[in-house]
């Protein structure tokens, strides 16, 4: 996808569901995993920038106002931008070695210039 600079979006088909990843000019952009991978919150207490029971209590208030969960810990001052940046970007990390270990044998699609992405989680 890099060496080409591709944009697009790669659906890997697999029981009980399907894998997305969007690239912008080759750039991994968002993961879509139907397995719970890399959860934002999960990630921020590994790199010791929150508790486990603040992020508890945050996922519940940010579903209720109907906002992500990194916006909400940061609007409320529960996380710094920056501990938030890093752990987006660990995120995309752990979701890509994901799928990188899929099985060889599972099939997958990539639609050219279409983000079937858009609009799911944050922009």
Not at 87 to 109: G, W
């Amino acid at each position: 996808m890099l060496d080409h600079g591709l944009t697009g979006t790669v659906v890997f088909e697999r029981d009980g569901g399907d894998d997305s990843i969007t690239f912008l000019n080759g750039v991994p952009m968002k993961v879509r995993l139907k397995d719970e991978v890399g959860l934002l919150g999960r990630t921020l207490v590994e790199a010791g920038a929150i508790e486990t029971r603040a992020v508890e209590q945050a996922v519940v208030f940010a579903r209720q106002k109907g906002v992500l969960l990194g916006a909400y810990l940061v609007g409320q001052n529960l996380v710094s931008r920056e501990a938030l940046t890093r752990a987006l970007e660990r995120q995309l990390l752990d979701k890509i070695a994901y799928l990188a270990n899929l099985a060889p044998e599972i099939s997958y699609a990539f639609y050219s210039d279409v983000d079937l992405l858009e609009g799911w989680g944050g922009g």
